[in-house]
């Protein structure tokens, strides 16, 4: 039985994958992902609601209320090691995507404010890239919309490469209580991408009580919903993993918990 956490892609088809707040039982994050076609156009309204526009892979020309930034995008591969292109796009306009080249677009959305905000092509080179963990708990990360870029009402979005073998979102924690600066509340949602394609990896989402607990075998383009709780990735042996993470929630800042029980890991070795 698939989890009721556990968004699986359509294998072929403009839409790849859609997680609404409505499917989702939850208020905040929205994802969806599209593949277009050079030549290919898919109009995104943004309504009530803000937007990111993550060029995954390809090139598209990103029109938003009659202005074109154009030929946006340079990767073949999520697992190319350089940032994508990315267009913040407010609430209350009408967003036009046409395929440059073959593409994959990742649609980030989140409830807004009442904040005057504009429209901001998310320039690669300004984004800020780092390294997490260490052995095999490292991966690599590329601050897309970090909670410390004022861009956004509530919408943070980031991208996570997991070498094959190695664990992710570990040791395990949650940002499921509004209680900052200990936790804050966040919805998020996994878009995984696994190298070679038909690999796969887990994800555990499990809650102190265990009222959750939920492990998740992902395939190529499936989305994980995390409502609360912990939520950690393990990649097997010969196969990368890569995912994009969309977070939100009543305030846009990140703090999580760690679960007590893996906390240790994180002490320095004896003798340091």
């Given at each position: 039985m698939v989890s009721p956490l556990l968004a699986k892609a359509a294998p072929s088809g403009r839409e790849i994958v859609n997680v609404t707040p409505e499917r989702a039982g939850w208020t905040h994050v929205g994802f969806r992902a599209v593949r277009l076609e050079a030549g290919a156009i898919e109009i995104v309204a943004t309504g009530a609601r803000e937007l990111c526009v993550v060029v995954l892979t390809g090139s598209v020309d990103v029109t938003v209320d009659g202005t074109t930034y154009a030929n946006l995008g340079t990767r073949d591969s999520v697992f190319d090691e350089k940032s994508p292109a990315a267009v913040y796009v407010p609430a209350g306009m009408t967003v036009?995507?046409?395929?440059v080249r073959n593409a994959e677009v990742g649609l980030c959305t989140a409830p807004t404010d009442s904040q005057e905000r504009?429209?901001?092509?998310?320039?690669p080179a300004t984004m800020r890239r780092s390294v997490r963990g260490k052995g095999t708990n490292t991966r690599y990360v590329c601050d897309i919309l970090p909670h410390d870029d004022p861009t956004a009402a509530h919408l943070l979005v980031v991208e996570v490469m997991t070498p094959?073998?190695?664990s992710s979102s570990y040791p395990p924690h949650k940002h499921d209580v509004e209680q900052p600066p200990v936790e804050t509340l966040l919805e998020e949602t996994y878009y995984h991408r696994l190298n070679p394609p038909q690999g796969f990896a887990f994800q555990r989402v499990y809650t102190d009580d265990r009222s959750i607990d939920e492990a998740c075998a992902v395939e190529n383009h499936?989305?994980?919903m995390v409502p609360k709780g912990y939520h950690p990735v393990v990649a097997p042996h010969g196969y990368d993993s890569y995912y994009l993470n969309v977070m939100a929630g009543p305030n846009r800042f990140w703090v999580f918990?760690?679960?007590?029980?893996h906390e240790w890991m994180l002490a320095p070795a004896a003798g340091t």
């Open positions: 036009t995507l046409r395929g504009t429209v901001r092509v998310i320039d094959a073998s190695h499936d989305v994980v918990k760690n679960d007590p029980a």
